[in-house]
């Protein structure tokens, strides 16, 4: 099963000049269950990257184009009437996939982001009374634009919160980028991906991940730090017991991935700022991830 892991992994480096963290930090989100926000400015990568992943699972791929007239149906889906079978029927949305692109979220109204907060988290449907549950797994990528705030609406505390990581691509350095224009000069197009994992193997994945160990003792270092923020001058809002979830899972997912069945210090750490800065509330337009690496230096191991 690892083979299959490894290959995964190296289809998205075949696809993307560099982002070798960016595609590790996905990897630990996706393995870990939870969904990830891709926060950068335009043109570094992150639809590449959410389309790559989707073109290496045998599974259903969905791209959602967020604007302003987009309607909570659109995501979910609607029921409709049928004239010639005289009954509603039930038309599918787009989260009903296996890997959901939700490309610029920020520029969709509250309400129609609102719809996503259930899918997120329940990995479900309700339309009319009636629970769908959505296809397993299920994840998503979210991405926004965190300079452009014109035409946008940004994403509450309670949307943000749903996300396991959020993560910056930032800009290639300049070997990759000249890689990237040698690649074009030599008429390379961009890489036709093919599947080579199915949605029942990554399920498979996310179940090995829960069995790694945790000690008590990284238990305690995990909920100490989480407390940390609630308790920072530096800080409006701290990180909510959901973020303390998504710390262990995402701990979890890392040492697995680094082949490990027991979890380290060094996960949690490496960790805190892509699953905590994001849940966080500022104090004084200070910044959340200096707040979470002084943190990281301050609470004892």
Known sequence: MRDRLDQLTANLHGAIVGKDEAIRLVMVALLSGGHVLLEDVPGVGKTLLARSLAESIEGKFARLQCTPDLMPTDVTGTNIWN????????LAGPVFANVLLTDEINRATPRTQSALLEVMEEHQVTI?????????????????????????????????????????????SDEEELQMIQRLQAGQKKAKLSPCITPAEIRSLQM?????????????????LIRATRSDEDVHLGVSPRGTVSLLKAAKALAFIDNRDYAIPDDVKTLAPYVLAHRMIPAGGRRARAIVDRLLGTVAI
């Open 83 to 90: 004239p010639s079978t005289g009954q509603f029927e039930f």
């Open 128 to 172: 009319d009374g009636l629970s769908r549950p959505l296809p397993e797994p299920f994840f998503v990528i979210a991405t926004q634009n965190p300079v452009e705030y014109q035409g946008t609406f940004p994403l509450p505390e309670a949307q943000m919160d749903r996300f396991a990581l959020s993560l910056s691509l930032g800009y290639p």
């Open 208 to 224: 090995q991940c829960q069995e790694v160990r945790v000690e008590p003792s990284l238990q305690r270092y995990i909920v100490n």
